[in-house]
Every structure is written in structure tokens, then in C-alpha cells.
């Protein structure tokens, strides 16, 4: 049995990895950490707690845990390895936003670097098969060349948050080439769906505009985002995890399976200072970016087809358009080539259909 730890488990991504991982159909011990903090709302975190807990009780083939608590807490997380020897690790816990990143920089470099290193030295000091740890589309920051590659330069961050999700990687790079650690980072691009964080644009929108307020549209509706779909960003994770660097013959590409993560690890040398670096670096991001006012067109018609707005709502005295903000860019756009080229996947789900999923269920969540 593997067993598997899911930091930020409270988190979007992170529940919705759980709850993915609890539908597998190989028995795995899975671990979450999540430290539950007032970033956004904590009831709909308790939110996603709730949704894992009816899953975990209807899948008792599978041991699931959750701990609350920080990954800057050094104690607690040497003692989860000491205790759990994990076999994977996927780091989404993390101090998001990067307006936020400018007025409160010290929860990023506490969350997001010092608990990153907690991270990589815990797997250090209990050797795991395969850490796998959220990195951001906002690395790229104002690269001009449109898409996005992993082989880009990333030197030139425009926020606090960028900077940290740079230095990541730069970590895990150090950790991978030094110790042996097979690491493989995930740059998501404007992750979206049910049950997302309250911050996001789609859903800081949908909340304003039943309030009756007017939403500010960026750089005068002149931005393009990438959106990804949870559920892909949910799938492109299963299938990294299942095949950590160096290991071959893991993934099909002719029907996109991947091994189970419930299936025994080959043997690897585990070299210290090795030239062959175990590391990786992906794009998951949709590949098709939208216009913000397009998205605001299809969110608008989203919302009142599911009944969370009314036909009659008068959307044109509810935008105002605005210069760009600090540390915003104005295109984000991923090449998710070599995602494809090497599991086989790539996001399917179109801006539409996941807008219309995210209006159905805060119809339902809060009407």
C-alpha cells in the first residue's frame, strides 16, 4: 500500500486531489496537512473537509488522515515523515494570490519558502519515490513570447508571490541534484471550478455582481488568462505522480493510462551529486487563453442560465473597466506540449463547460 501526503488537502486543488485519489481503485494511506488559515473564507475549506470525509467513509479500502497544521512547523512535519515514511509527497500547501503577496509578504516567505525547505529536507532525511509540488504560471512574469515554455528564462518576476514560486523550483532543483530526490514541479495556469477560492476573479465576479456591485475588469479588459478546468489540472497530477523522473515505462501515451500508484517502484540509485538530475518541470494550463471580457460575456450568461442571476440583469452598468495592477500580467499562456508528450494528456474541458459547472454549484452551495 502507498502512502501518499497531500499538504493544503483543505485547499482547491488539494481536496480535489484527495478526493480523486480516494476514488482509486488500489488502496492507498493518504495523509493530508492542511493549516485551515483565514486567507479566504474557512467555511467553504470545511467545505471541501466534509466532501473528502463522506468519500473516505464510502472507500474504507483506502486509510485517509488528516492533520491540521503547517508545513512551517519543522516539528510536525519531520514527525508525519518520521512516522508515515511517505512514499509521494504533493506540495500544494501555499500562500496563493499575488496582489496579496504586496501587502503581506512575511506569510509567503513563511509559507512558501521556509515550509517548502521543511519540505525537501524531510524528504531528505526519509527518502521518498516522487515529490511532486505546485509551482505558478506567474513565474513566466512579463515574458513577451507567447506560449509560455518550461524551457522560457524565468528571471524576472513581478511579485513577491512569483518570486517564491521561482525559488522553489531553484530549491527542489538543488535538493534533486544533491540528495537524489526524484522532484517534479507543476506550473498551473488559473486554476478554476466548483468549491475554487473566493479570490479568483470568476468567483470575486459572481459575488459582486449578486450583491448588486460593480466588478473592475484589468488592464481595461486588454488581459488574456489561460484558464484550466479543476479537473484537469486534478488528472495531469494523478498521472506526474505515478512517474517520477527517470523512471521509464510508466505512462502510455497511445491509450493515456499511467502505472497505478498502488504498484511496486523499481529500483533507482539514488547518487548524490549525480549529472543525471531527477527533476522536472510541466505547464498545465489550457493551452486556449481567453479574453477577460469574453470570460465575463460567458460567465454572465453562465450564471443566469443556471438561475444565480436574473435574464433581465443589467451587466453593462455593473463593469468598469481599469488600469492594470501591480504585479499582474497582461497574457498568461501555456505550451503543454511536453505534458502531452509524456502522459499523454492534455486539458479537455472548455471555458464554457467549466464555467457552467461553477455556476450550477454555487447556485446550489449558496442559494
Not at 486531489?17 to 488559515?37: A, C, F, T
Not at 495556469?189 to 459572481?206: E, I, K, L, Q, S
Not at 488528472?235 to 497511445?254: H, W
Not at 508528450?341 to 455556476?359: I, N, S
Amino acid at each position: 500500500m502507498k502512502t501518499i501526503l497531500v499538504t493544503g488537502s483543505a485547499g482547491f486543488i488539494g481536496a480535489n486531489l484527495v478526493l480523486r485519489l480516494l476514488e482509486g481503485s488500489e488502496p492507498l494511506r493518504i495523509v493530508g496537512l492542511d493549516n485551515l488559515n483565514d486567507y479566504y473564507d474557512p467555511s467553504l475549506k470545511d467545505y471541501r473537509l466534509g466532501l473528502i470525509a463522506a468519500r473516505a467513509q464510502a472507500h474504507p479500502e483506502h486509510e485517509y488522515r488528516f492533520v491540521k497544521g503547517s508545513i512551517a512547523d519543522k516539528a510536525l512535519v519531520d514527525s508525519l515523515f518520521g512516522e508515515y515514511r511517505f512514499d509521494i509527497v504533493v506540495n500544494l500547501a501555499a500562500q496563493a494570490g499575488v496582489r496579496y503577496s504586496i501587502e503581506n509578504p512575511d506569510v509567503y516567505i513563511e509559507s512558501n519558502i521556509i515550509g517548502f525547505y521543511n519540505i525537501l529536507e524531510a524528504c531528505r532525511h526519509h527518502p521518498v519515490e516522487h515529490l511532486v509540488y505546485a509551482s505558478s504560471s506567474s513565474v513566466y512574469g512579463g515574458n513577451k513570447k507567447v506560449p509560455f515554455s518550461v524551457d522560457d528564462r524565468v528571471d524576472n518576476p513581478v511579485s513577491l508571490y512569483a518570486a517564491t514560486k521561482k525559488s522553489n523550483e531553484l530549491m527542489a532543483h538543488c535538493y534533486s541534484k544533491l540528495y537524489g530526490i526524484p522532484s517534479t514541479g507543476l506550473r498551473f495556469f488559473t486554476v478554476y471550478g466548483p468549491a475554487g477560492r473566493p479570490d479568483m476573479a470568476y468567483f470575486g465576479f459572481t459575488d459582486k455582481l449578486l450583491k448588486g456591485e460593480t466588478i473592475r475588469i484589468f488592464n481595461y479588459g486588454n488581459c488574456r488568462r489561460d484558464f484550466t478546468y479543476i479537473d484537469d489540472i486534478i488528472e495531469g497530477i494523478v498521472r506526474v505522480m505515478a512517474r517520477a523522473p527517470g523512471r521509464q515505462g510508466l505512462a502510455d501515451p497511445e491509450n493515456g493510462s499511467a502505472e497505478p500508484l498502488g504498484a511496486p517502484a523499481p529500483q533507482r540509485p539514488r547518487t548524490p551529486g549525480s549529472d543525471e538530475v531527477p527533476y522536472a518541470i510541466y505547464n498545465i494550463g489550457g493551452g486556449q487563453p481567453e479574453n477577460l471580457l469574453d470570460f465575463v460575456s460567458i460567465l454572465q450568461e453562465e450564471l443566469v442560465r443556471a438561475g444565480v442571476l436574473p435574464a433581465d440583469y443589467d451587466f453593462e452598468a455593473h463593469k468598469e473597466l481599469v488600469p492594470m495592477q501591480p504585479g499582474d500580467v497582461p497574457t498568461t499562456y501555456a505550451d503543454a506540449s511536453a505534458l502531452e508528450r509524456d502522459f499523454g494528456f492534455t486539458p479537455r474541458v472548455t471555458l464554457r463547460e467549466g464555467l457552467r459547472k461553477f455556476a450550477e454549484w454555487y447556485k446550489e452551495y449558496y442559494q
